[in-house]
C-alpha cells in the first residue's frame, strides 16, 4: 500500500531529447507527489511537485503529468541538456500533518552531448 | 544550499566501532527524518522525529538508534558497525506537512 514503483532503473537521452520517468503508487490517500533530483555525493533536492487536483505542472524544461484514476504520474524533462545528468526521484506522501513521503528507487539519467 | 545541516561530511571507523552523526534542521522544521543510501541505491527511509517524538519507522536495524532534542537538532547513533553500513546517510527536516529537505549528508566508511 505504501509502494512507489519507478521507472526505468536508469536512461540515456540524446542532449535536446525528451527524458520521461514514470512512477506508480497503490495508496489512494496519497495526495503529494515530489520529485528530486541528485547529483553524485550531494542530497535530494526539491525539483517539483504536484497535487491530484491537476493533471499536469509545468516549470520550465521539467513537466509533471498526473493520472489518477491510473494512479500514475511521470516526469518529463523536455530539451533534456548535459546538465541534467542525475539520479531523479519520485515519491508520494500526505499533505498536511507529519505522515513520511515515500520514495521511488530512483531513475539514474544520463544526457550524451 | 537547503538549510539543513549535517556534520561530520565523512566519518571513517573501523567495524564494531559506535558513530554519532548529527544534524540541524532548517529554521521552523519540527520533523527531521534520516535515510540511509548505499552505493548507486535509492534512499532508504530510517526514522522520522517530530518535535522530539518518534513518528514513523523504517528499515532501521536494532544496531541503529535515533533521538530528537528539544532544540530541534537530532542525532543518529550507529553501534556495532559492519562493512556494510558504509553509505550515504541524509537528514531531512519539513515543516511537518510534505516538502523535505535534505542535508548534504554524511559519508560513513567501515574499514
Known amino acids: 500500500q505504501q509502494q512507489v514503483k519507478q521507472s526505468p532503473q536508469s536512461l540515456i537521452v540524446q542532449k535536446g531529447g525528451i527524458s520521461i520517468i514514470n512512477c506508480a503508487y497503490e495508496n489512494t490517500a496519497f495526495d503529494y507527489f515530489p520529485w528530486y533530483q541528485q547529483f553524485p555525493g550531494k542530497g535530494p533536492a526539491l525539483l517539483i511537485a504536484?497535487?491530484?487536483?491537476?493533471s499536469e505542472k509545468k516549470e520550465g524544461r521539467f513537466t509533471i503529468s498526473f493520472n489518477k484514476s491510473a494512479k500514475q504520474f511521470s516526469l518529463h524533462i523536455m530539451d533534456s541538456q548535459p546538465g541534467d545528468s542525475a539520479t531523479y526521484f519520485c515519491a508520494a506522501g500526505h499533505s498536511g500533518g507529519y505522515q513520511k513521503v515515500t520514495f521511488g528507487t530512483g531513475t539514474k539519467l544520463q544526457v550524451i552531448p | 544550499d537547503s538549510g539543513v545541516t549535517q556534520t561530520p561530511k565523512h566519518l571513517i571507523t573501523a567495524t564494531g566501532q559506535r558513530v554519532t552523526l548529527r544534524c540541524s534542521p532548517r529554521s521552523g522544521d519540527l520533523s527531521v527524518y534520516w535515510y540511509q543510501q548505499s552505493l548507486d541505491q535509492g534512499l532508504q527511509f530510517l526514522i522520522q522525529?517530530?518535535?522530539?517524538?518518534?513518528?514513523a519507522k523504517g528499515n532501521i536495524l536494532e544496531r541503529f538508534s535515533a533521538q530528537q532534542f528539544p532544540d530541534l537538532h537530532s542525532e543518529l547513533n550507529l553501534s556495532s558497525l559492519e562493512l556494510g553500513d558504509s553509505a550515504l546517510y541524509f537528514c531531512?527536516?519539513?515543516?511537518?506537512?510534505?516538502?523535505?529537505?535534505f542535508g548534504p549528508g554524511t559519508r560513513l566508511t567501515v574499514l
Open positions: 504536484i497535487r491530484p487536483d491537476v
Open positions: 522525529y517530530y518535535n522530539g517524538e518518534e513518528r
Open positions: 531531512a527536516s519539513s515543516r511537518g506537512t510534505d516538502t523535505q529537505y
